[in-house]
C-alpha cells in the first residue's frame, strides 16, 4: 500500500542513479522526508538495455582513495567490488543500484507512474496511477533510455530503434544500416559485426573521426578500441554527413535515403541509433526549452518553475553536457544546497549550515 496522502518535502521522480544518488545527498545534508517514485522500479532502465550491452565508463574501487567509483552514486561503494567487473552488464548494475539504495534507506516506492504534474498554491501535484502525490520540491530524474527519438523523418516507423532491441541476436537480415554514428550507433555496429553481419553506418556528422575530446561529443575509449577491432573486420563501412531524409520498404528489403539522393539498401529492418528525446519531454510545459534543451538556472532548476529541479543526462549548464553518470553527480550538492533554500523559505527544514560540501561526496 503506497501512502500518497501527506505533502512531502521533496518527491524525486525516477530511480535510476541520478534520483537515487539525489536522494542520498539529500538524506546526508539532514533533509527529512525525500521520496522516491518510480514507474517500473530501481535501475529499471539498465534492465533494458539489450543483452549485450556493458557500461562503457569502467568500474574500480578506488573509493578507499577518495576516489570514487565512475559508475557510483554511493561513494562508499564500487560496482566492481561485488562483480570483479570493469565493464558490467545493464542487469548487473541494476542489482547493485538495488543494493545500495536499500543500505542507504532509501525510500523508494514503485511501481507508481506519474502522469502529469500541476503546481497549485506553491506545491506540486503528482496525478499517478496510485492517486494524488503532493510536495514542496520536485526533482524530475526520469532519464532518457524509456524516452526515444523517434519521427525524425518518414519512414522512421520502418526501423528498429536502439532502445527496442532485446539482443542484437534478433535482428534480421545479413547486410544491415545503422543510422547515426554516436555511441550506440558504434555499439550496435560492434555488436551486429561480432555476430558476422555486413553493416553500414550512416551519420549526418562523423563523430568517430574526432580522435579526442570530451566523452560526451567523441568515442568513449572503451568504444574506440571496440570499433577498431570491429574496422578490422572488413565488414564495417562509415558513411560521414549523410543526412536521413526517408526510409521506404521495397519488400524484398529496406532502402534508406540521404539528402543528397544517395540511397543505401539493406535487408533488414535499419537501425536507428539517433539518440533520446529524454523523459523532461513529460513534463514539457514546466519547462523552457532553446535548441531541443531544457534551459535551468546555474542551481539545475526550472527557468519556469520554481521548485522544480532536472537531474541526470538531460542537465546541461553552458559549455558543460552531464550526459555520464561521473558527470551528472557532480551536481547533487548544487541541487542539494537550492532545495534546502526553497525549503526553508517554506520553512520546512531547519536552518542547516554548510552542509553541501559533503552531502554527496562525490
Ligand atoms: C545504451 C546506453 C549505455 C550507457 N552507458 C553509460 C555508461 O557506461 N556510463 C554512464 O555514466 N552512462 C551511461 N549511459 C547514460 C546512462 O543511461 C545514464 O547515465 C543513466 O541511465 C541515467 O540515469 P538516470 O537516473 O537519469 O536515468 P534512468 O536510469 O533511465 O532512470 C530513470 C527512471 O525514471 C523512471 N521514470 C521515467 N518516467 C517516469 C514517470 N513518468 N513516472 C515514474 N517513473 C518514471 C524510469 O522507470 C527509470 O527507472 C548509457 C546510456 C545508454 C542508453
Not at 244 to 270: I, K, N, T, W
Not at 319 to 327: A, D, P, W
Request: charged share 20%; proline share 6%.
Amino acid at each position: 500500500m503506497i501512502m500518497n496522502a501527506m505533502t512531502r518535502n521533496v518527491i524525486i521522480v525516477g530511480a535510476g542513479p541520478a534520483g537515487l544518488g539525489q536522494a542520498l545527498a539529500l538524506k546526508r545534508a539532514g533533509i527529512p522526508d525525500v521520496l522516491i517514485l518510480d514507474a517500473r522500479g530501481i535501475g529499471a532502465s539498465f534492465r533494458a538495455w539489450p543483452q549485450e550491452t556493458r557500461l562503457l565508463t569502467p568500474s574500480f574501487p578506488s573509493q578507499a582513495y577518495g576516489c570514487p567509483d565512475l559508475n557510483s552514486v554511493f561513494p562508499e561503494a564500487s560496482p566492481a567490488d561485488r562483480f570483479v567487473c570493469e565493464h558490467i552488464s545493464g542487469p548487473q548494475y541494476a542489482d547493485w543500484l538495488n543494493q545500495e539504495a536499500r543500505r542507504a534507506g532509501l525510500d523508494v516506492a514503485c511501481p507508481v507512474h506519474v502522469k502529469a504534474v500541476d503546481r497549485e498554491d506553491g506545491l506540486f501535484e503528482l496525478d499517478t496511477d496510485q492517486g494524488m502525490f503532493r510536495c514542496r520540491v520536485l526533482v524530475w530524474a526520469t532519464g532518457e533510455f524509456f524516452f526515444p527519438s523517434r519521427h525524425e523523418y518518414p519512414g522512421a516507423e520502418l526501423c528498429v530503434h536502439y532502445a527496442d532491441v532485446k539482443s542484437w541476436r534478433d535482428c534480421e537480415g545479413d547486410q544491415l544500416l545503422v543510422i547515426g554514428g554516436a555511441e550506440s550507433g558504434i555499439d550496435a555496429a560492434c555488436n551486429l559485426i561480432a555476430l558476422g553481419k555486413k553493416v553500414t553506418v550512416l551519420d549526418r556528422g562523423g563523430a568517430w573521426m574526432e580522435e579526442q575530446g570530451d566523452p560526451s561529443l567523441v568515442l568513449s575509449p572503451h568504444t574506440r578500441t571496440r570499433f577498431r577491432a570491429a574496422l578490422d573486420s572488413g565488414r564495417l563501412r562509415m558513411v560521414p554527413d549523410v543526412s536521413v531524409v526517408r526510409v521506404g520498404d521495397h519488400g524484398d528489403g529496406f532502402r534508406v535515403y540521404g539528402q543528397d539522393g544517395q540511397s543505401f539498401a539493406c535487408d533488414g529492418p535499419p537501425i536507428s541509433c539517433i539518440g533520446f528525446v529524454g523523459g523532461a519531454s513529460q513534463i514539457r510545459d514546466l519547462w523552457a526549452w532553446r535548441n531541443g534543451q531544457v534551459l535551468l538556472t546555474p542551481e539545475d532548476e526550472s527557468t519556469l518553475t520554481p521548485g522544480l529541479f532536472l537531474a541526470g543526462p538531460q542537465v546541461r549548464q553552458p559549455g558543460e553536457i552531464f550526459c555520464f553518470i561521473y558527470k551528472f553527480r557532480t551536481r547533487f550538492d548544487i541541487v542539494c544546497h537550492a532545495i534546502s533554500q526553497r525549503l526553508r523559505e517554506n520553512e520546512s527544514v531547519p536552518h542547516l549550515e554548510s552542509f553541501a560540501s559533503h552531502a554527496s561526496g562525490v
